[in-house]
């Protein structure tokens, strides 16, 4: 059965700190996606990045990077020189080539960045 | 173009009322999701429709949830009857047919309170 988590449950940084939200995941699938959604204070859900198993490069948009490693199953996001505008709870998400087309979402990560 | 439009946006109702949520999908988008989001189980999936057909429902509670999808452009998700526990944020997404791992694009929730 497919797995996200989250281990961390919230995170408080200083306006123009770098932070790096954590999300493992675990699949018998080869073929998987992985997801990063971004609910902020007013409650509806962003979609941030899309990223298939088989693409192991890192992505930067922005001052938003992703590093996705295989061997570790991890899809790990980070945000340089953060804003208050980042404050908002984060998912991580993963969807299986095979069985059910749902996402099965992490428990999110709440960050908040002081000004 | 428009996202996924949810109405209402909030509805609060008293225990054993019929409630209906409703949803418009992103015009061209052949999967519906409904996601439930409490503070105890986090975002889960209750059922998903391809070209209007109910595909999943393991995850629709119990009986007192139904959803519909009569055509391309509307679904509904009915609580009847409604208690206190049905209360949540839920969700709408849709995505395109483009195999698996296509990104799900969420509205804006519509907020459940049943006292």
């Known amino acids: 059965a497919q797995k996200v988590t989250q281990a961390q449950t919230e995170i408080s940084v200083v306006e123009k700190e770098d932070v790096t939200l954590d999300c493992v995941y675990e699949t018998r699938d080869t073929t998987y996606y992985l997801f990063w959604y971004k609910q902020p204070p007013s409650g509806e859900l962003v979609f941030l990045i899309r990223?298939?198993?088989?693409?192991?490069q890192n992505e930067i948009s922005g001052r938003y990077s992703w590093n996705f490693q295989k061997s570790t199953s991890s899809f790990n996001f980070t945000i340089t020189a953060s804003q208050v505008v980042d404050s908002a709870v984060y998912f991580c998400?993963?969807?299986?080539?095979?069985?059910?087309?749902?996402?099965?979402f992490g428990s999110g990560t709440r960050l908040q960045v002081q000004p | 173009d428009a996202g996924v439009i949810q109405s209402p946006r909030h509805e609060v109702t008293e225990m054993g009322q019929e409630v209906t949520l409703r949803c418009k999908p992103i015009?061209?988008?052949?999967?519906l999701f409904w996601y439930r989001q409490t503070m105890m189980r986090g975002l889960e999936l209750l059922i998903y429709?391809?070209?209007?057909?109910?595909?999943?429902d393991s995850g629709m509670p119990e009986d007192r949830f139904s959803a519909k999808m009569p055509n391309a452009s509307f679904s509904t998700l009915k609580i009847q009857p409604s208690e206190p526990r049905d209360s949540a944020v839920y969700f709408c997404?849709?995505?395109?047919?483009?195999?698996?791992?296509?990104?799900?694009?969420f509205g804006p929730g519509t907020r459940l309170t049943v006292l």
């Open positions: 015009s061209g988008h052949d999967y």
């Open positions: 998400a993963l969807s299986e080539d095979t069985g059910r087309r749902a996402l099965t």
């Open positions: 990223r298939n198993s088989f693409d192991e």
């Open positions: 997404a849709s995505s395109l047919l483009a195999g698996p791992g296509s990104t799900q694009y």
């Open positions: 429709f391809n070209n209007n057909v109910p595909i999943d």
